[in-house]
């Protein structure tokens, strides 16, 4: 009778579970070691259908939300019942030990429904414009499996940016969300871009030029002239061509001002008569000038020639008395 009371209590409480638990090994591995802590094999029976059953409503009622969780959400929601699991198991309680066991399970009826309702409003799908394909966990086999979460708006056109710089500046393109990351596979940045004022014309495909593709998500002008404004595109793409996400830049470059010209300064013109030019004059006083100076090069030339004579007499005057002095004193010493 008291097994039939358990279970009753279990259909009534334990579907209230709301997540893919049982895709967790250490769960697993919990919920065995607890089974197996039980005093008798009567008692470790009736815990494994606890157990048993308790991963079947994981499955049906995450059906009902999606079916998948990512490897982010199912740790939080483990870790949080983990140590509910480990603070009840150090209680005393009172009743049998399958009455317990349905009391445990049930205590993380709450911490699962929060996760996974969190997981399947904001996580599954952040997409607010654009394609996502991810890789998710199915709750019904716990293997990987891919998820494509579609535009809302039913296109992969997420918006056109006003970009505005100065001639000589610079701008900065970044296409990047955050749910980029959770795009699954080999993926980068096409940036191409249409000459021409924006808006001033239709654009098609052809009209576009490729600028660059890379992994980075943003892209910058440097040194930007008048003839680089225009409408930059950026989408996102994998190998095979398939655009995720795209957006589209119109840059406008604003010209600096011209200078203030500075006034030109214009002399007066010259007299017409030659004997009133002052280079007349410096001209006519340049002859007497250099004559004169070539006269004093000269006179020091002559000069300096006298005096080195000179000097060079006198010394060899003194170098002859000095040898006769010395030839006198030599006689008078024998």
């Known amino acids: 009778m008291e097994r039939i009371l358990v279970l009753m209590f279990l259909l009534c409480i334990v579907p209230a579970a709301k997540a893919c638990l ?6 697993r591995v919990l919920h065995e070691d607890f089974i197996l802590s039980a ?5 470790q029976i009736a815990l494994k259908k606890i157990s048993d059953h308790t991963y079947v409503t994981y499955k049906d009622t995450s059906r009902e939300r999606k079916g998948v969780i990512d490897p982010t959400t199912l740790y939080r929601a483990r870790t949080e019942y983990q140590s509910e699991f480990d603070r009840f198991s150090k ?8 009455f317990q066991a349905v009391q445990i399970m049930g205590k993380g009826r709450d911490i699962l429904e929060k996760h996974l309702d969190n997981f399947t409003r904001d996580g599954l799908c952040p997409n607010k414009c654009g394609l996502l394909k991810r890789r998710v966990i199915d709750c019904f086999s716990c293997r990987y499996k891919m998820y494509i979460c579609p535009s809302p708006t039913g296109q992969q056109d997420c918006g056109v940016f006003a970009v505005q710089a100065e001639e000589g500046g610079q701008a900065v393109l970044n296409c990047f969300l955050p749910w980029h990351r959770l795009l699954f596979g080999k993926r ?4 191409s871009w249409a000459a021409g004022v924006p808006g001033t014309k239709k654009l098609n495909e052809s009209s576009f030029n490729v600028l660059v593709v890379t992994e980075d998500s943003s892209v910058v002008l440097n040194q930007l002239q008048a003839d680089e ?3 930059y595109r950026c989408s996102l793409q994998d190998p095979n061509g398939v655009v995720f996400y795209q957006v589209a830049f119109l840059l406008t470059v ?10 030109v300064i214009t002399l007066p013109p010259l007299p017409s008569d030659n004997k009133y030019s002052p280079f007349r004059s410096i001209e006519g006083l340049m ?7 070539t006269a004093l090069i000269l006179a020091a ?21 000095r040898n006769r002095e010395a030839e006198a004193n030599a006689q008078n010493t024998v």
Not at 91 to 98: N, P, R
Not at 254 to 263: C, I, K, N, S
């Open 22 to 27: 049982q895709c967790d090994r250490r769960l």
């Open 254 to 263: 604003d010209l600096l001002p011209d200078p203030t010209p500075r006034p």
């Open 229 to 231: 404004q225009g409408t």
């Open 287 to 293: 002859v007497p000038a250099m004559s004169v100076v």
């Open 39 to 43: 005093p008798s094999v009567a008692d």
């Open 301 to 321: 030339s002559v000069g300096l020639t006298v005096v080195s004579g000179l000097m060079i007499n006198r010394r060899m005057a003194v170098k002859e008395q």
């Open 91 to 98: 209680t005393q309680h009172t009743g049998s030990v399958a």
């Open 188 to 191: 980068d940045y096409h940036y």
